[in-house]
């Protein structure tokens, strides 16, 4: 638990400060549901207004419009940038539940903070 | 994390209503009306069942494969762990390729079915604008709500099988299968429209991307596949039984809904079964497309695939060079099958592309329980694996058999198809053999 939220906080610090993923999710009010495979790695992200705006545990039937699901290492990985998520995706390894849409908002995102 | 009972009834509903959209094509029923040139009666329909079943066989291997990977694009992740990374790539450009071959068909029988309403329609221009506007659509970002995929499509159905039976209320008994067929019916004829049938049921296995949750591949998603094959069967199955007694209408040869609309309701079942080819064209690229350009650019964000291919854009998020490269590769095949009149050449390419790609799963599924045989599988396949080798060796006869539908076709679908499988292998060569990207380099130091 306390990687992935470390983790999912300087992502959410480096979105903020990104100006041009804001502008890319600017008008995406979504929130996206990680969850790993610790028994408690399961973290809500609220995107709202352009900017990351929360960070709390998910419930266990939390509804969301996107579902990330991998083992906790991959996610790291994925949200720090070291491994490629469309790459970990068409491995099978990070499983992703959302609109064909926002699958891609969301890899646009990692795209424009590590590529 | 379990979804209440009505929510997981509407999502088995849209799985199912997905699939059924994604097979009824305006190419499907040209495909029917060819079929009928060969087979006619209950031959026909022995090679509807025949193609419905190996397609059954086949939905219980891919909701496996899915149980396995949930949410992976199929063709990439399924034959990347059976059968390596260029083996898997080859396949996934081929079904790029295909995509490409298979707008420009559908638009061709869709403006075919059109021109009985307005027959001013350009069918070049009007075929492009056709793509154009899909391609807008998709670069827009705008997706049809599910509903309305479920509204459409049991509408189509209802109408399809309404036309159907109401037809056969209408002709005695007597009348059905009395068209002799033109040869013989033959195990060779037998087989080469079975793998023409296939091409009524091909795309239903576009929804394992579709789950809303590892839940959904518990049971919804693969048994959603078999329940739409079964709906297509009776669709099918109606409309080749219906408009068996109809083919001598020259005029609508290729386009057997219309013939029946014309004796069921005159001019007005005529546009009504228009109407259906527009229903049957939008809930084909509606699912179809939006899927299609998001694997291209996931390939391409893996470096497997031209790097225009990964482009999004940053206001929209939305990958235009992917639906670029799709849509362009649209237009190429409309511009030269209308050319070149080329539409029943690459309809059965087409065919023969889907029969292998069938094949290939069935394989994966059966090599995968060798190689990974503690994988976790939420959903396993109750089809025998010497079953299921079989019907991939089927599917694999029917991918050459197909070409050979119309003899006068048959070095022209063989060239267009070797072109296709060859050309997408050594791109495929050429894409593995590229270094990695700099992440995916990075990644063992990671863990």
Known sequence: ?115 | MRMSSAASRSEFVEHVATAVGMALACSGYAMLGESQRLLSGGWLLGAVLAAGLSCIVLSFSVGELAAMFPSAPGIRTYLRHAFGDTASLALTLLLFSLVGLFASVEVHYFLAAAREVLPELSEFWTGVAVIVMVCAVNLVGLEAPRRMQVAITALLVLSLVGFSWAALAQSDSASLGRNAPPVPPSLATFVIVSGGCVFLFTGFEWVTSMGRSPESYRARIPVAMPVSLCVLLVVIGSLAWASDGLRSEARYALMPHLALGARVGGPLGVQCMVMASLASMITTFNAGLMGASRLLYAVSRERRFFEWGARVSARRGTPYGAVFSLSGLALMAHALTHALHAHGTVELVCAAIYCLVYSAFLVATVRLRQLRPGSPRVFRSPIPAWVQLLVAALFALMSCAVLATDIRLVSASVSVFMAAVVGSALLARYFVQRAPSPRAALRPQSS
């Open chain 1, 1 to 115: 638990m306390a990687e992935l939220r470390a983790t999912l906080e300087r992502f959410q610090l480096r979105v903020n400060d990104n100006a041009r993923v804001r502008a890319l999710i600017t008008g995406w009010d979504r929130t996206l549901v990680v969850r790993g495979t610790g028994p408690e790695d399961a973290l809500a992200v609220r995107f709202e207004g352009g900017l990351v705006r929360d960070l709390r545990p998910a419930m266990a039937d939390e509804k969301a419009e996107v579902i990330l699901h991998a083992e906790t290492r991959v996610l790291c990985d994925v949200f720090t940038g070291v491994a490629n998520p469309a790459q970990e995706f068409l491995e099978g390894t990070l499983q992703v539940f959302a609109s064909d849409r926002d699958q891609v908002k969301l890899d646009a995102i990692a795209l424009i903070l590590w590529d």
